[in-house]
């Protein structure tokens, strides 16, 4: 079985933005379909549309912490809300501990066309630290 950090750089490569190389790979588990998922996410690459700021990845990441806890109760919205910010502000560390920041700006190291290797570093960290918290 394939893990879910070769799913994503696999998504990378066949030119997947980070936000959805990270998050399409767990559309199957969340019974989400994946072309949705990845219309939606389209926009969320290259640090949030190519404003260089939160690191597609980290988007991604984030997003599928609130998949995963999330009770979907939309009568009492705050009935999981807290442990889902916890949840991101770990995950949030985790990220940043290992590449340095969260700010695509300082996470593009390298130039040219993608997949851009610090992308693809990206993305592999984002899924091992998902791996971690859900």
């Known amino acids: 079985m394939e893990s ?3 799913i994503a750089e696999d998504k990378f490569n066949h030119r997947y933005n980070c936000c959805q190389s990270v998050i399409c790979c767990y ?3 969340f019974g989400l379909e994946e072309k949705d998922v990845f219309r939606m996410t389209e926009g969320f690459g290259l640090g949030m549309g190519g404003l260089k700021d939160t690191c ?3 988007v991604g990441m ?3 912490i ?6 979907g109760n939309l009568s009492d919205p ?6 889902t ?10 990220f940043e501990e290992k590449k340095g920041s969260l700010m695509c700006r300082d996470l593009l190291t390298d130039k040219g066309a993608q997949p851009l290797p ?4 990206c993305v592999k960290t984002a899924v091992e630290v998902l791996e971690t918290i859900i």
């Not at 609130?66 to 009770?71: D, E, V």
């Not at 705050?78 to 442990?83: A, F, G, H």
């Open 56 to 58: 597609g990845a980290v």
């Open 85 to 94: 910010y916890t949840k991101i502000m770990e995950a949030a560390r985790l």
């Open 27 to 29: 559309c199957e588990e």
């Open 4 to 6: 879910k950090v070769q």
């Open 66 to 71: 609130g998949l995963a806890n999330s009770a």
């Open 118 to 121: 610090c992308c693809r570093e």
């Open 62 to 64: 984030f997003m599928t």
């Open 78 to 83: 705050y009935m999981t809300k807290s442990d």
